[in-house]
Each structure stands twice: as C-alpha cells, then as structure tokens.
C-alpha cells in the first residue's frame, strides 16, 4: 500500500488564487473527530470553527456542455461531450481494451467506444429488473481474471408470484463473449424486498470490487417511514453494506457469520441511502457517501460492523422542516457507538453520487483528492483530504447546470462525468 501523505497542500494555494465565492451551499463542516462540536441541524449558528468556506470553481461565463466546447474558465481544464444520447447513465466501468461500459437506468447496457464514436447495446441483462421510480439497472463493475471478463450488475429487481411487485436491490455477474452477456449468475439479492406501494426508492445500488476479491454493495433504507429503522436491523438489508465474495458466496470473516437473526452478507449498518463507493487506492479503505434528507449528507469511512447511525443519529431533518431551524433526525448529531462522518453538507443537501479517488498522471495537483458528483447540487465536489481528514472542499463545474451521477478516473488519468438527463453525456475532463 501507498501511504498518503499532505496530499492537496500546494493544490489548496493554487485554489485560494482562483475565484473564491461564499457560498450557503458550501457550508463545510468536517467532522473528523469533531463531533461533539457540531451544533444540531440548524441550530442557531456553527459552533466549534469547524465551519469554512468552500471554494466555488467555477468560471462566470462557463458554456453549456452541449456543443461539445469549452464549458470551463481557465481555471479549470475543459469538460467535453465524449458521448450524448445516454438514457440516465448510471454507472460506469472500463473494459481492457479502453472502451466503456455503462449503464442506462430506463434498462440498457451500453458499450461504448474510447473515443465516444461507437456505440453498442449489450444483450442478456438479468431478469426480472425492474425500472421505475429510483430503481433500474445501476452500477456496473469489471473484473477480469484469466482470459474473461466479469461483468458485475446491481439493478433493481422484481419479486416472483405474488411477490412480484416488490422490488429490491439485487447484484449479479456474467461472462463478456462479444455483445452479450454469457453465464449470468445472481450472487445477491437484498432481503426484504419491499412493495413497491411502500417504496420505489432508496435501493442504494452502488458497488465496488476490492482488489482480494471481495464485493461491497451498497444499499438504501426504502425511503419510507415505516422502512427507515430497519437500517438498524440485522435482520433486513436495508440501510446496510455488504461484503461478498466474487461467486456470492459469504466470506468467513463478516461481522455476524453465525449470529442468529443477522444476515450474515452485513458488512456495516446505520445508512441512509449510500451513492456513492470507492476503494481508497492509497490506504485500501472503504469510503462511501451518502444522502441525508434535508441537509445531513455525509462522506464515511466504512469499517468491518461499525454503525453508522442512520435514523438515531443525523445532521439532516425532516422533509418539509425549516432548514434553519429544525430538529435532525434522531433528535441529535452523535451517540456512543455510532460513526461520525468525515464531512457533511448541510443545511443544504447536494445529493452527492458516485465517487472516485484520483491517483493519475494527467493531472498531478489533483493526485490524493476526492471527487463526488453531485445531482441536486449540479457539480462536481473535489475534497483535499489529509489521512481521513477533509481539508477543503471545492466545487466544480456547477456552472454547466448538470446533475451529476458518477466520476471515474479513466486509465489516461483523464476524468469521466455521467449527467443525469434523459438526453445524458459522458463528459471528459483532460489536458
Ligand atoms: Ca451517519
């Protein structure tokens, strides 16, 4: 393992010389630590000076994306269109030989090529996903061993019988043999599926492939009322992350194997909706974001059974609430035993979503950092971290007026962005 060491310092200078905007929305808060010191949702001010601004990076003049031009100042490399026409591209992953593969959440597979020019659809997707509300097909993972290739899915799925209009998050792989997807196998599937007159929400659905083998999968707490506590269940899935083995099967060293009444694919507990999952290419940790309702979102480290505190604890509150003035969920910010995030957004939410670390070539002020798409937010949130504290942060490109579902660092160092349209891109950040 590479050990991170300041990374962002000189990046922090070069960033306080660009155009620096105060921003509500960028109120930082790094909790790292400081738990204690955070003051409740809205609670009359910040307390502890725990609160900076951000930096808004962003160039006042900035273009729309969509002619494929400059879209950026100077101050910021240019984000080009590599591809149009995607139907809410969701996830997104790199093949051997440079092309991409992506996932439209209305249902599609899609291959595209390097440079964007072609286009294919990928056949033979699970059965019985289920498109509608937050649910469809979502993240997308590659992993190639000996001369295969791997294709891990997480979508939302159906039930069967009488079950089959309730969906949960389900996770499956299969070969690549041409433009088809061979041998599929579910390795997972999210217990209880919830009926969709519930819930067709919060399925989480993000994933990540660690390097020993080992499969994270994110998943949501159902959104609804009478779902949300189930997060602190062992019993059910919801609001959890679990760890499984590339066959599906259960690895030994989980934190409940053997205990009764919890399902033994629980790797963490206490989570709202997680969006976004990164391996930390520097130390090997988890991290993850996640939504909070009114304000409250969090990035995390994810540990082996830690809980996370989702709904006793939050710095988010109540939808329909006053921003300024209201109650977090849970009542409070912190409890024994409960994680704190390392950041939070609040009292606005930026709702972020997939995530990435950057260790490129292309970029070198950049090596160490953060990135997070944003969708309500619309932008691209670059974190300076030093260890798992979070240093600043910085929003980016909140000038193209896109909501933002995934980044990816692509081989060439260069930066892929999915926008969340119906009409959705594959934006481009290189130099
Ligand atoms: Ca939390």
């Known amino acids: 393992m590479r050990v991170q060491q300041g990374a962002g310092e000189p990046v922090r200078a070069a960033d306080r010389s660009r155009r620096e905007v105060l921003s509500r929305l960028a109120g930082w ?28 990076e962003q160039a006042a003049q900035a273009a729309p994306a969509a002619d494929g031009g400059a879209v950026a100042g100077a101050a910021l490399p ?104 061979r041998d599929l ?110 304000g409250g979102d969090e990035v995390n480290v994810i540990e082996r059974g830690h809980n996370y505190g989702w709904p006793r604890i939050s710095y988010g509150c109540e939808y329909g609430t006053q921003p300024e003035s209201c109650t977090p969920v849970g009542g409070r910010t912190s409890a024994p035993g409960l994680d704190q995030p390392l950041t939070v957004w609040r009292p606005v939410s930026i709702a972020p979503s997939g995530m990435a670390f950057y260790d490129g070539a292309m970029f070198p002020e950049w090596r160490g950092n953060l990135f997070l798409g944003a969708l309500a937010g619309t932008a691209l949130w670059r974190l300076t971290l030093s260890g798992r504290k979070v240093t600043g942060r910085f929003m980016l490109y909140h000038g193209l007026g896109r909501r933002i579902r995934d980044v990816r660092q692509a081989p060439d160092g260069a930066l892929l962005l999915l926008t969340d349209e119906d009409n959705g891109r594959i934006l481009r950040i290189a130099r």
């Open 29 to 56: 808060a790094g909790a790292a630590g400081l738990g204690g010191l955070l003051p409740a949702c809205g609670g009359g001010g910040d307390a502890g000076g725990v609160e900076q601004p951000a930096a808004l």
């Open 78 to 181: 240019v984000a080009r269109t590599l591809r149009a026409g995607l139907n809410h591209p969701w996830g997104l992953a790199f093949l051997p030989d440079g092309s991409l593969l992506v996932t439209e959440r209305a249902g599609r597979l899609r291959r595209v090529s390097a440079d964007g020019a072609g286009i294919a659809t990928i056949t033979g997707l699970p059965p019985r996903l289920f498109v509608g509300g937050q649910g469809g097909l979502l993240d997308v993972a590659v992993d190639v061993v000996g001369g295969d290739t791997w294709v891990y899915l997480s979508y939302a799925e159906r039930g069967t019988g009488r079950r089959w209009n309730a969906t949960g998050l389900a996770v499956a792989r299969a070969r690549l043999a041409g433009g088809s997807l």
């Open 185 to 294: 196998q579910v390795l997972f599937r999210a217990h209880p599926k919830v009926g969709l007159g519930i819930s067709d929400a919060h399925y989480g659905g993000r994933i990540a492939l660690a390097p020993n083998g080992k499969l994270f999968i994110a998943m949501g707490e159902r959104r609804a009322d009478s779902e949300r506590i189930k997060a602190q269940w062992l019993s059910h899935h919801h609001g959890k992350i679990a760890r499984i083995n590339r066959d599906g099967s259960v690895p030994e060293d989980n934190p409940w194997v053997g205990h009764p009444n919890a399902r033994p694919e629980i790797w963490s507990l206490g989570h709202r909706n997680p969006q976004g999952l990164a391996l930390n290419p520097f130390t090997g940790e988890l991290w993850e974001n996640e939504h909070g309702p009114q």
